[in-house]
């Protein structure tokens, strides 16, 4: 008896392991806040002194279509007009988008519910493979081929939003795939049975029932890929031509905020207004990684609500 | 068999600790250089080779472009700043604290795609060319082709010197623009009627460097100033260097330096420039 008593007086062994546990992960999470805020901090603090400290307005920024740091315009205020590479990214996003859909719901299609065998077998390995190359590859196949191809077919310099398109299209491809397989396979099998008891073919129950039913989850398959197209930034400046001016076509050189950035960073001196509008694109790209993340919640939420 | 394993970790531990005090016997020492990516290469290959020379004394060199360079210097957190620009052409530096120390020069050619039927320009036909005034290469008795602008990135170097050169108020259209030379030769080497610029150790058979008023871009033509599109490759201290920076900098500026590995990298020696010139442009013959 004196024993047990002595046991339950102490923490035991097992119980101990577990606050120690718990502490590690604790402490892990924390610090992955602190990154996190401290990196929103970082950039937003440096993109608000274009305005605050280079007085520049808020309009001029978003909406002039300019770019030219470092001099001034005929009213005196600098040119940063941010609005040819904010139009930029959001083409090649959502044009990219257009095109990786109907292909990756497809492959997800075949995956799920037609050849789950040699989905598994071939396709899965195959499309976990186009996630591993690194992007430089992409951007260096997209300008040694596409680039002359869009030339030889279109004419111009065949830099520009089509070129950026079709390699982000390749980019983003495996990432609507993977998650659109996740979201068939995530609809209840007897949803499937129920329509075929019903006597619909195989085509009206993945049409009309199993599509149906993972539609929320697709959509968040395509707005993923709308947020790693937005944010690429190498294959893009290799194909785009970063010319900061308002597209005019598809095959006319363009620019992407990503791409300015990347170009520009290395040759501004901290502190200048060249510089500070550069975290200003910085604030503009992390803003929009944050809404494609309520997004995706928002419309987790919606879907879930329906069932 | 415990013992036996702390007897080994023993004798590891035992090792290593001599091993680390063998070590700082040599007097360890290290500065860092920072900035133009032109000159990385440059000052790396000059930085090993004396470091073999001289035991225990480290030179890192990193790059980040000559604006890095320029704001890390300013802000003393570096011991040399590299940069392809005079500091009083950047905004935001307080060149009066900085010391130029001028170790190389590097000419800077237009490049063309080959079989646009020119060779030739004038000065004013290459400003015309880059200000959108002249935008077929049949304007200039070439071929019936458009011309297609490429920069460099605003802020580049290259770009702020060939600016300085052709352009001189004027401003270039808005055009396509790539950070790398080497990025530009490759493009401007596959797009039919493309024109740019690079440094003349980017000039390869696959473009086309263009003569200005038949003036070949050789480094002889750089070195008594026949050829104007040329920069220094400036590394700043902050103030006077002392200590180890002032050794590698005299170790740059040294005959060894100068003549072999300088010459080797495609830059021209300061000490063959018949003339200098300063930050507004004019030069003197140097004596």
Redesign the interface.
């Known amino acids: 008896m004196k024993e047990i008593h002595g046991d339950f007086s102490k923490k035991s062994k097992k119980r101990k392991l577990e606050s120690f546990g718990r502490t590690i992960s604790f402490v892990c999470i924390a610090l992955i806040v602190l990154v996190v805020l401290s990196i929103l901090y970082f950039v937003i603090s440096k993109g608000v002194s274009t305005f605050f400290v280079d007085h520049v307005s808020l309009k001029d920024f978003l909406f002039g279509t300019l770019?030219?740091?470092?001099?001034v315009g005929e009213d005196g205020n600098p040119l940063v007009g941010a609005l040819p590479m904010i139009v930029g990214s959001f083409g090649v996003t959502i044009f990219s988008a257009i095109f990786a859909t109907p292909f990756a719901i497809a492959a997800a299609i075949y995956m799920v519910e037609i050849s789950p065998k040699t989905g598994k077998k071939i396709l899965q390995p195959v499309v976990e493979l186009l996630v591993g190359i690194p992007s430089v590859v992409y951007g260096f196949i997209g300008?040694m081929v596409v680039?002359?191809t869009i030339?030889s077919i279109f004419g111009g310099?065949?830099?520009g939003i089509l070129s950026a398109t079709l390699v982000l299209f390749v980019m983003i491809l495996p990432t609507v795939t993977s998650m659109a397989v996740d979201a068939l396979q995530a609809v209840p099998r007897h949803y499937r049975e129920a329509s075929l008891a019903m006597g619909a073919t195989r085509w009206q129950t993945i049409y009309k029932v199993v599509l149906r039913a993972a539609t929320p989850g697709l959509l968040t398959a395509v707005v993923f890929g709308m947020a790693r197209a937005f944010g690429e930034a190498l294959a893009v400046?290799?194909v785009i031509?970063?010319?900061?001016?308002m597209p005019t076509s598809l095959i006319t050189?363009a620019?992407t905020l990503t791409s300015i950035l990347?170009?520009?960073?290395?040759?501004?001196?901290?502190?200048?207004l060249?510089?500070n509008v550069l975290w200003s694109l910085a604030t503009i790209l992390l803003i929009m990684a944050l809404l494609f993340n309520i997004l995706t919640r928002w419309i987790g939420k919606k879907g879930a609500m329906n069932k | 068999m415990k013992l036996k394993k702390i007897k080994l970790l023993l004798t590891l531990a035992g090792l290593m600790l001599v091993a680390t005090a063998c070590g700082e016997v040599v007097d360890e020492e290290s500065i860092t250089a920072v900035g133009s990516?032109a000159m990385q290469p440059l000052v790396e290959a000059a930085g090993e080779q004396y470091s073999a020379e001289n035991l225990g004394k480290f030179i890192n060199v990193q790059?980040?472009?000559?604006?890095?360079g320029?704001?890390q210097i300013?802000?003393g957190a570096v011991d040399i700043g590299n940069s392809d620009i005079f500091a009083e052409e950047?905004?935001?530096?307080d060149a009066d604290k900085l010391v130029d120390h001028r170790i190389a020069v590097v000419g800077i050619t237009p490049i063309v795609t080959p079989g646009t039927g020119v060779t030739d320009v004038t000065l004013e036909e290459l400003r015309d060319i880059f200000t959108g005034k002249i935008t077929n290469w049949a304007e200039l008795g070439g071929k019936d082709l458009p011309i297609?602008v490429l920069n460099r990135?605003?802020?580049?170097g290259t770009r702020a010197t060939f600016e300085q050169w052709v352009l001189g108020d004027e401003?270039s259209i808005?055009?396509?623009?790539?950070?790398s030379s080497g990025?530009v030769r490759?493009?401007v080497a596959?797009?039919p009627g493309?024109i740019s610029y690079v440094a003349f150790s980017y000039v390869t058979d696959e473009v086309e460097a263009l003569s200005i008023n038949v003036v070949e871009p050789t480094n002889e033509n750089v070195q008594n100033n026949d050829w104007i599109i040329w920069s220094y490759e400036h590394m700043y201290t902050n103030g006077e260097p002392e200590g180890l920076t002032k050794d590698f900098l005299d170790y740059m500026l040294s005959e060894d330096v100068q003549q072999t590995l300088i010459q080797a990298l495609d830059y021209i020696p300061i000490s063959n420039m018949k003339i200098e010139r300063d930050v507004e442009g004019n030069t003197t013959p140097v004596q």
């Open positions: 770019w030219r740091p470092g001099e300008l680039v002359p030339r310099t065949g830099f400046q290799m031509g970063n010319a900061a001016m050189p620019s990347t170009m520009s960073m290395g040759n501004t001196v901290m502190g200048t060249e510089n | 990516s790059g980040g472009g000559s604006g890095t320029l704001s300013d802000a950047s905004g935001g530096i297609t990135a605003s802020g580049s401003k808005v055009s396509q623009e790539q950070e990025t490759q493009i596959n797009t493309t």
